[in-house]
Structure formats: structure tokens, C-alpha cells
């Protein structure tokens, strides 16, 4: 059974900036993509960022693109969302997921269907 463990939210001033890191085992982790999510309070959970099994494909939701950066370490398990230039809107609980298939094409990232098992969050505020 795939685990993921969140790290790194907390509480930081507008313009400031985060690395939020994802550990997962009981899967093969070098095999698929990986994932950021987010819901912010009273909204629903969207996605923020992936990447495919190898790194060399990246994705974002537009509103990060330039901001956040998703990289991964296979040797570790582990894969990070290094967040600059953090708004009060960045304020949500972050999760990391992973997905169902290496991620070899831009277009698996949107489909509901290519993502899988959950980690448990971390909260990201961002004061103003």
C-alpha cells in the first residue's frame, strides 16, 4: 500500500518562500508521476503541479507557473514543491498524490483517472 508523508508547510510573510517535500513508500517510485494538490478553505482541492516518472516532464496549474517549481529524487523516494514569491492565495493545505502511470504526456495530468493514493497534508499560510 502506497504511503506518502508531507513536509515542510508552515506559516510564512507574502514574498516569502517554502519547500514542501513528499516521501513515499510501498510503491515503486521511480515508476510514476508524482503530484501537488491544494484546497484552500471553503474551496475545492486543485491541482497545483506534477511530474512524470523521469523528471523531464513538468506541469502546472497556471496561477504557480514561474512561482513554484516540482522536482523529485528517485534515489530517495522523494519528491519537493519548492514555492517562491508565496501570495496570501498560496494559503491551503498542500497534498501530495501519486499517479497511476509514468506521465509521459502533458495531457495525463488533467485526467481524474491517471491519479491515485493521497498523503495527509501539510498547511502552507501566508500572511499578508
Known amino acids: 500500500q502506497v504511503q506518502l508523508a508531507e513536509s515542510g508547510g508552515g506559516l510564512v510573510q507574502a514574498g516569502g518562500s517554502l519547500r514542501l517535500a513528499c516521501a513515499a513508500s510501498?510503491?515503486?517510485?521511480?515508476?510514476?508521476?508524482m503530484g501537488w494538490f491544494r484546497q484552500a478553505p471553503g474551496k475545492e482541492r486543485e491541482f497545483v503541479a506534477g511530474?512524470?516518472?523521469?523528471?523531464?516532464?513538468?506541469y502546472y496549474t497556471d496561477s504557480v507557473k514561474g512561482r513554484f517549481s516540482i522536482s523529485r529524487d528517485n534515489a530517495k523516494n522523494t519528491v519537493y514543491l519548492q514555492m517562491n514569491s508565496l501570495k496570501p492565495e498560496d494559503t491551503a493545505v498542500y497534498y501530495c498524490?501519486?499517479?497511476?502511470?509514468?506521465?509521459?504526456?502533458?495531457?495525463?495530468?488533467?485526467?481524474?483517472?491517471?491519479?491515485?493514493?493521497w498523503g495527509q497534508g501539510t498547511q502552507v499560510t501566508v500572511s499578508s
Open positions: 511530474i512524470s516518472w523521469n523528471g523531464v516532464i513538468t
Open positions: 510501498g510503491v515503486t517510485f521511480r515508476r510514476y508521476a
Open positions: 498524490r501519486a499517479a497511476l502511470r509514468a506521465g509521459n504526456y502533458y495531457s495525463d495530468y488533467g485526467s481524474t483517472d491517471f491519479w491515485g493514493s
